[in-house]
């Protein structure tokens, strides 16, 4: 960081430090002070009916966020708690959101928000319907290598990190340098819990940008099934001793045809909330690789389902207080498909820069290409030609709800598949998800015409000048 970010830093710590402070004296009555106080700073920034509700929540003590916001203040350690606040608002929010939209228009194409990397193919788990664990030991990202996509990123605007893998706990200590290095960075893991001990607790605390989303896939019967035998009872453990360290953390759930009433069922979530979960990631099983089980793939029925009672979890006053994302039905909120560095991409553990984690087609590697030639490389753009890649948001991807599209973009392109352990055409891997497509878009349709929807304001290619030349204003 240079001179002045440290010292906007340091400035912004004391205001967050006496904030807290002063929240912690009278949460209910200063909380509303404080709203209020921002209504009168933002001028009419944010509609006045969203501040009213959440003003009226606080008044009544009956808003599930207000209810959050307590658990938060209640369970996080405060060192931990403004070091967050300091890289998502500071960092991510404030400085990042506004190099993200100027390097879009300076360098014509898509700049992400987040970057999501495999520090290593290895994992402790078999998981089924997993491709990660079939790739063993065999790659991994360098200290080094990862230093330099985060220096990269941040450089055009990406301040927030994501890792996956593999299992990424098994690259702890490198994850913690990262940590270090970048504190105007936040960072995230997907884990499966399992290598959560007291120790790394500690650090977690220490360095304060780094929370974990815990993957769980309902009841032990559920978990078990898919993750192995005795993984429950440890992600459970694992969950008590981040809660009693005072750990900012969550759930990673991908839901199937098999589990999805289970992990969004009162019991289960009830259960999570106890247990000290702030946010819950929900993904849709995809079915990458050659032995991905297409039976797991919830039904359009259960798609169905999941649009409605996601909306129920998240209602400000009969949901949870837990903030909920599915990245698959909540398409309306970020217009669509937000791969190929729309708002995030991945790396994988051989460097391969792909447009989503489950979508294994490459035409770079960060080993051979910057972060920004990537980005600029045919398949990434063509991404960004081609987005959205329906109108429709609750068909947001072009590989399960549109197939024809990956078809069309690794055929334009050329890319390479990327799959560590046996090449996967585009067609084979696109062949699997034509009959999901082709059932969900009717009931797609219904749902989308039949209920209101937000406008996430986000400009696409066709917007832009070069754009509005090319499709006539039309696409």
Known sequence: MTLKDKAERLAADAVLGRLLKYIDKDPQKNMLRLLNISERLLGGTFPKKYLDAIRQGIEKGDNVYYQLALNILSDVDR????????????GAGIKGTKAVRANRDVYKCNIPFLILMDPTSACNCKCKGCWAAEYGHKNSLTYEEMASVVSQGRALGTHLYMFTGGEPLMRKKDL???????????????TNGTLVDEAFCDELVRVGNFALALSIEGDEE???????????KKVIEA??????????????????SRNIEKVTGDEFLDQMVDLGVKFGLYFNFMPVGHDAPVELIPTPDQRAYMYKRMRE????????????????????YVGGCIAGGRNYFHINSAGDMEPCVFIHFSDSNIRTHTLLEGLRNPLFMA??????????????????ENP????????????????????????????????????????????????????????????????????????
């Open 222 to 232: 559920t978990t078990d099934e898919r993750r192995g035998a005795g993984n429950y």
């Open 404 to 475: 024809q599209c990956l078809r069309s973009i690794v055929a334009r392109t050329g890319a390479k598949s990327t799959n560590l352990i046996e090449e996967e055409s585009a067609e084979m891997l696109c062949s699997k998800c034509d009959k999901f497509a082709s059932e969900w878009a009717p009931k797609a349709s219904e749902i989308w015409e039949n209920n209101p929807h937000p406008n996430p304001k986000t400009q696409y290619y066709r917007d832009t000048p070069e754009g509005r030349a090319e499709f006539g204003g039309k696409k």
């Open 383 to 400: 991404f960004r030609h081609d987005q959205p890649f329906n109108d429709n948001h609750l068909r947001p991807c072009p590989m399960l």
């Open 313 to 332: 979890m998240r209602n400000s006053k009969t949901g949870k207080p837990m903030f909920f994302m599915d990245f698959q039905g909540d398409g309306e």
């Open 176 to 190: 913690i340098r990262l940590c270090e290095e970048y504190p105007d960075c936040a960072f995230l893991a997907y």
């Open 79 to 90: 060192g931990m708690l403004k070091k967050l606040l300091l890289s998502m608002g500071l």
């Open 239 to 256: 969950m008590k001793l981040l809660k009693r360290k005072g750990c900012f953390f969550g759930m990673s759930v991908c839901y199937t």
